[in-house]
């Protein structure tokens, strides 16, 4: 199986707060876990990315936790901002350089 | 460095015309990958050409055919368009053939009616 499923569909989150996006995979040859941010009117952008060799990896105020016996992944967006307001997109593919599966997108609103 | 440019930024067709999108990766990058981009649907690749040649195809219809030049530059190519191909093209371009760190272009957005 291809599908990368991701919850919930949209978020909205107060400022300051902590805003979680979760995804699961099925196939477990799957080797590189992008994030990728979407502002209206530009192409999605590289965030922060893991492979299923570590269980965390931080940068700044994001965090991708990753379960590989479960295969799911999540990211945390800590102290959350209005300019985080974007669309997420997770996804999954073989480092190998297969063809890239993406979740469906998330879109974060933060209230300031 | 000049980031992935996407050429026409909005196009408008009717149902049964033919249509080609370009795409100028980042200098020195010599992978490009295609994307359709809908509300329903999301993000879904169309294919990746590596050094003139096609890598990797997703499950779209025959319709749907791109190539890629000797300077890496990239076209997309849709014929007798339909309703449904109304969607934001999006092209992404890396180093290598890998999908670590792929840079996106702004995208075409086609409307077809």
């Known amino acids: 199986q291809q599908q990368v499923k991701q919850s919930p569909q949209s978020l909205i989150v107060q400022k300051g707060g902590i805003s979680i996006i979760n995804c699961a995979y099925e196939n477990t040859a799957f080797d590189y876990f992008p994030w990728y941010q979407q502002f209206p009117g530009k192409g999605p952008a590289l965030l922060i990315a893991i492979r299923p060799d570590v269980s965390e990896k931080k940068e700044g105020r994001f965090t991708i936790s990753f379960n590989k016996s479960a295969k799911q992944f999540s990211l945390h967006i800590m102290d959350s901002q209005p300019g985080d307001s974007a669309t997420y997109f997770c996804?999954?593919?073989?480092?190998?350089?297969?063809?890239?599966?993406f979740g469906k997108g998330t879109r974060l609103h933060i209230l300031p | 460095k000049a980031g992935v440019t996407q050429t026409p930024r909005y196009l408008i067709k009717t149902r049964g015309q033919q249509v080609t999108l370009s795409c100028s990766p980042i200098?020195?990058?010599?992978?490009v990958s295609w994307y359709q981009q809908t509300p329903g649907q999301g993000l879904q690749f169309l294919f990746e050409y590596f050094s003139e040649t096609q890598r990797n195809k997703g499950n779209f219809p025959g319709r749907f055919s791109g190539r890629q030049f000797s300077n890496s530059r990239s076209e997309m190519n849709v014929s007798t368009l339909e309703l449904g191909d109304s969607a934001l093209y999006l092209c992404?371009?890396?180093?290598?053939?890998?999908?670590?760190?792929?840079?996106f272009g702004p995208g075409t957005r086609l409307l077809v009616l």
């Open positions: 996804a999954a593919s073989l480092l190998s350089g297969d063809k890239i599966i």
């Open positions: 200098s020195g990058h010599r992978s």
């Open positions: 992404a371009s890396s180093i290598g053939t890998g999908q670590e760190t792929q840079y």
